[in-house]
């Protein structure tokens, strides 16, 4: 009876500190737009709701910076799905603490490969469907002077978000304490590695491409002929300018240059192009 005794009371233990991390997630996930920057967008903000968490999984202050550094990276997605990949994050975290063999790439490959698509999806349920049905239910009300059109308004947008955002987190943890440990033994871990990498890959390509607008107005004459440069360009390679200024500001990264005297040189080159006028 004793050792049943001991194992409920520990099982109840866990469920307690399982709730208190659960709901520590869903209220420090909030402020993950308030550091958005140019070099990590949300990562900073990603780290820091972590950070109490990790801080419990690794007692070792140097495995613990190195995992607040580890989650402190590039990330970009939309927030009310977030906590889904962050309670899948500590729950790797926790099975790196146990096991010295653990592949620590995988953490942020997982966070590569699941922030796209959960951007995109996120971003039009939340911003394109939810938002706008609970615009036209609000504005319907209000334009009736029925003071109850904000409050609803309010009402249908905030309890799916909260909801998701609580049990978000709550899936993405029990998920991954679940098949982590079986996927890294059967080495699953590794292909999605691998193919979160390449996904990785791809995202940076496409967002090199839709973000990054740099075109010529270099326009001349030619043996009476008018010589365009940009559609001369746009024959070679669409999007040539940008790609070379994307491998360039690779190459100084891989160089150590900082990210600040990136964009000084960025914003430097282009009131030179614009100054010689080619742009």
């Known amino acids: 009876m004793t050792d049943i ?5 520990a099982a109840r233990d866990d469920d307690k500190s399982e709730k208190k991390l ?3 997630l869903f209220i420090r996930q909030f402020p993950l737009l308030g550091t958005m920057n140019f070099t990590r967008m949300e990562g900073l903000s990603y780290g820091w709701a ?22 402190s990276q590039f990330f970009n997605t939309n927030q009310h799905l977030a906590p889904f990949i962050m309670g899948l994050t500590l729950s790797m975290e926790k099975e790196n603490a146990a096991n ?28 394109g469907v939810l938002r706008i049905i609970a615009t036209g ?36 943890y029990r998920l991954g304490s679940k098949y982590i440990a079986e ?16 996904m990785g890959l791809m995202m940076v390509g496409a967002m090199s491409a839709s973000m990054v607008k740099f075109t010529t107005t270099f326009k001349t004459t030619i043996a009476g002929q008018p010589f365009v440069l940009q559609d001369i360009l746009d024959k ?20 150590k240059v900082s990210p600040n005297k990136i964009l000084l040189f960025l914003i430097a080159f282009g009131f030179a192009a614009a100054g010689i006028g080619i742009i």
């Open 236 to 255: 070679i390679c669409v999007g040539l300018i940008p790609l070379m200024l994307v491998l360039v500001c690779l190459r100084m990264l891989n160089k």
């Open 22 to 24: 659960f709901r520590q």
């Open 183 to 198: 996927a890294t033994q059967s080495g699953l871990l590794g292909c999605v590695t691998k193919a979160s990498a390449i």
């Open 100 to 127: 010295p063999n653990f592949d620590t790439s995988s953490i942020n490959g997982i966070k590569v490969a699941l922030m796209g698509p959960f951007a995109g999806v996120g971003d039009s349920f939340f911003y």
């Open 50 to 71: 972590l950070a109490p968490m990790l801080k419990k999984i690794y007692p070792d202050p140097h495995r613990y910076m190195e995992a607040l550094k580890r989650n």
């Open 137 to 172: 239910i609000a504005i319907g009300l209000a334009s009736q002077g029925n003071p109850l059109g904000p409050l609803l308004f309010l009402l249908i947008y905030n309890i799916p978000s909260y909801l998701i955002r609580y049990y978000g987190g709550v899936m993405g």
């Open 5 to 9: 005794h001991m194992k409920n009371v």
